[in-house]
């Protein structure tokens, strides 16, 4: 019997208040369903709201170290569920059971970076012109939290908002992916085993167009952090900062790797595949252009080509799948839209662009690994984000030529080059426009410590992850204290 799961409102597990709900399948083998989640409306996040803000003041006067003991074990235990919690990840969103489990893994560490960074510092002494007075300025939670989270990385990307959130004394609403509700699940359960007070985190299940739309209005909730479509996240800025309240967006990227002609050919390919390819492209960091020197443009448009084709595509489950399937139907249908223009534009299909076919593929979302060639920087393929295993191939004439394509484009989030020469990686380092630079690695990846986030329309300018996250979910309070 398939189970149902609850929303977490208040420290108590409640179905939604409209008493609907949703089914979560495998994107896999669309017969397969996972579970089965509440379909929440604006009630049930007004609910968690309303339960965040009573939660609020004992929990920002909860000491730093305290809040730290409880991220330390959640991490722990995430830690332990590691393969279930990673199944449950893989059957929901796609991906293969090992990036899974990398996930997992890392929303331990980021658990447990945050635990550690709540014995730092919260504030600074100064002089004073006053010889009577001491004046200090220190860091003090924001109040209530919204976390809007997207599906492909349903560990993660909640995990480096929440842990921070909790840290520096917040409340939170959690809003995750209708299409990933069992991830998110596991991620507040074992926050709620490792002992956060009822009404600290609440998470609610149900679609933006519903339940997010109170989290964004709702004058109770005094910050957003949000990650996901431009679209959708102008909207938020718009609706969020004509009250007064602070935003944050994570958004698209149309990241491009740049191909150098001393680079390591070998090497070259198979940074541009696992960019492209792993998690199906579907990330915001994905290599979704390669711009390539004329010398070295055959050779190694023939390697990757060759690479792509070799590529084994299945159920992420299976130990020798490579690249799952799309997350749903209309992933699947946006891709092979975006093959269609490419062909109309008068680019060169050279191998993928369909949907596979055979007993394996028939009732999952599957499209074979596409790569294009006789891409030119302004066709709709090179400049908007496909989010699928689509990769362009541009060829530039020298260094400079190669770093113009590359920044042309109203995204800025990752990029990278491939090349020999530390005179041009360092060029490359000053003179491209993205917030994620690579020198000799992939588009993707992203450590806890560091700080996450792009340039132009990939980010509303503020970072997550590392101390930069301390910036967003704190405010400065300056104090002059004069004894009587």
Request: glycine content about 8%; proline content about 6%; aromatic content about 8%.
């Amino acid at each position: 019997m398939t189970q149902t799961y609850l929303n977490y409102i208040g420290g108590r597990w409640v179905p939604a208040a409209n008493g609907q709900t949703t089914a979560d399948v495998n994107p896999a083998n669309t017969g397969e369903v996972l579970a089965v989640f509440p379909s929440a409306g604006w009630e049930d996040a007004a609910q968690a709201i309303e339960a965040a803000a009573h939660a609020f003041p004992a929990w920002s006067r909860t000491p730093m170290p305290k809040r730290g003991e409880i991220l330390h074990r959640a991490a722990n235990l995430l830690e332990e569920r590691a393969n279930e919690a990673a199944e449950a990840l893989t059957r929901e969103e796609g991906k293969t059971f090992a990036e899974s489990k990398g996930e997992v893994l890392r929303g331990a560490s980021i658990l447990r970076y945050y635990a550690g960074e709540t014995m730092q510092p919260t504030g600074e002494i100064y002089p004073s012109a006053s010889a009577s007075t001491l004046l200090y300025a220190e860091r003090v939670p924001v109040g209530v939290v919204a976390l809007i989270t997207p599906w492909n990385f349903p560990v993660a990307i909640p995990t480096w908002k929440l842990a921070p959130a909790l840290a520096y004394g917040n409340t939170v609403v959690l809003k995750p992916a209708e299409l990933t509700p069992l991830t998110a699940w596991h991620l507040v359960d074992v926050l709620e085993k490792a002992g956060l007070p009822p009404g600290v985190l609440n998470l609610v299940v149900g679609r933006g167009s519903l339940a997010g739309n109170e989290l964004v209005e709702n004058p109770q909730v005094k910050a957003i952090s949000f990650t996901g479509s431009n679209e959708v996240g102008s909207k938020i800025a718009a609706q969020a900062t004509a009250r007064g309240a602070k935003v944050q967006l994570e958004m698209g990227g149309k990241n491009p790797t740049v191909v150098l002609a001393d680079a390591n050919l070998d090497q070259a390919v198979e940074l541009t595949i696992a960019g492209a390819m792993l998690s199906t492209g579907q990330k915001c960091t994905a290599t979704s252009r390669v711009i390539v020197q004329h010398d070295i443009a055959d050779e190694f448009r023939d390697r990757l080509v060759a690479r792509a084709e070799a590529i084994k595509v299945g159920d992420g489950m299976q130990p020798d799948t490579y690249m799952g399937p799309l997350v749903n139907a209309e992933a699947e249908q946006r891709v092979l839209e975006y093959v269609r223009l490419g062909q109309a534009e008068g680019a060169r299909l050279l191998t993928g662009g369909v949907k596979l076919s055979g007993d394996q593929y028939e009732r999952g979302y599957f499209v074979a690994p596409t790569v294009f060639d006789g891409v030119t920087p302004e066709m709709r393929i090179a400049q908007e984000e496909i989010f699928g295993p689509v990769v362009s191939l541009i060829e530039a004439r020298d260094f400079d030529e190669a770093v113009r394509f590359a920044n042309q484009t109203r995204f800025g989030l990752s990029a990278s080059v491939v090349t020999r020469d530390l005179n041009l990686a360092l060029r490359f380092v000053r003179e491209i426009e993205a917030g994620i630079v690579h020198v000799n690695s992939q588009t993707a990846g992203a450590e806890p410590q560091v700080p996450f986030g792009g340039f132009k329309s990939s980010s509303s300018g503020s970072r997550e992850q590392g101390k930069a996250a301390r910036d967003f979910f704190t405010q400065i309070k300056t104090v002059y204290f004069d004894p009587l």
